[in-house]
């Protein structure tokens, strides 16, 4: 009788270890799932600049930056333009203290490209955003989307953290090198988190 309770005893402390392993496991698991689901929530970034008027220009706006399974998509509307075309480029540095907007460097330029328009196969600065259009009620909207970007990936050659965007008061012919022959710099904005 005393080995019948004992083999009892070890069959209840047996089963119920077991299940105690396939709670620890399936903890695991739903841990382990929870982690991949906020990885790729997490892979999804976005920011938010303003642009502030340079060169005695009233020109302002915001741009709005996202990036997603490593494809940056970029949205500005700016305010406050003169009609027609105007040219609208990534600067090397995130500083627009000085009333020119020139604080901010030369264009983006990491691969050593000369300037040129986004996507020729002559090559063109991985700030060479190009020109967009204004209407007499003085807005103007840019898109772009890329793979060549990303935001804080600490690539050299893609990272636009720590640059700027600047508004031109002319249009880039594509062709001027370094930089266009755009004209003044009217709107600038540093891309920092």
Not at 48 to 71: C, H, R
Not at 94 to 117: E, I, L, M, V, Y
Not at 186 to 192: E, L, T
Request: include cysteine; charge should be negative.
């Amino acid at each position: 009788m005393k080995n019948l309770k004992l083999v009892a005893i070890v069959f209840v402390l047996v089963l119920g270890t077991s299940c105690k392993n396939d709670k620890k496991e399936n903890t695991e698991t739903k841990e382990t799932e929870v982690e991949e689901v906020v990885k790729e929530v997490s892979t999804e970034k976005k920011l938010m600049i303003t642009l502030s008027p340079k060169s005695d220009s009233n020109a302002e706006g915001a741009v709005t930056f996202k990036e997603k399974d490593g494809i940056v998509s970029m949205t500005a509307n700016i305010t406050a333009l003169s009609e027609g075309e105007h040219a609208i480029h990534i600067h090397e540095k995130a500083d627009c203290t000085s009333p020119d907007g020139k604080s901010s460097g030369g264009h983006w330029n990491p691969t050593a490209q000369p300037h040129g328009k986004w996507g020729a196969e002559t090559g063109y600065h991985k700030g060479d955003i190009g020109n967009f259009k204004v209407g007499e009620d003085g807005q103007g909207i840019v898109t772009i989307t890329t793979d060549e970007w990303c935001i804080g990936c600490g690539d050299d050659t893609k990272d636009i953290l720590g640059k700027a965007i600047i508004v031109h008061q002319g249009s880039d012919d594509f062709t001027s090198q370094p930089s266009g022959a755009a004209g003044s710099r009217i709107s600038c904005g540093g891309i920092i988190e």
